[in-house]
């Protein structure tokens, strides 16, 4: 079993910039990637960007390139998502995963979610 706890969200004007953070324990280290997955209202979830445990490499959403960034710290089992340079449509749910692969499909344990709210 993996717990996943998010912190981090919030409401923010458009433009700025949150970091959220997932704090994983239990069996961490049967996980092959942690990453961040978000659910706007009346929309299907969908994949923002993921982190390998092992190695670090990435892999980020198009609508997100070059705005958001995935980071973790091993010490203290947490990954951490920042936001910058945030607009309306990026608000949603955002969830912390655990996978045995790269896709939404690999998916094994989820966070409970934490809302992010951008205001134009």
């Known amino acids: 079993q993996v717990q996943l706890v998010e912190s981090g969200g919030g409401l923010v004007q458009a433009g700025g910039s949150l970091r959220l953070s997932c704090a994983a324990s239990?069996?961490?280290?049967?996980?092959?990637?942690l990453g961040w997955f978000r659910q706007a209202p009346g929309k299907e979830r969908e994949f923002v960007t993921v982190i390998k445990l092992s190695g670090g490499a990435t892999i980020t959403a198009d609508s997100v390139k070059g705005r958001f960034t995935i980071s973790r710290d091993n010490a203290k089992n947490t990954v951490y998502l920042q936001m910058n340079s945030l607009k309306p449509e990026d608000t949603a749910v955002y969830y912390c995963?655990?996978?045995?692969?790269?896709?939404?499909?690999?998916?094994?344990?989820w966070g409970q979610g934490t809302q992010v709210t951008v205001s134009s």
């Open positions: 995963a655990a996978l045995n692969g790269l896709r939404i499909g690999d998916v094994n344990y």
């Open positions: 239990g069996r961490t280290t049967s996980s092959y990637a």
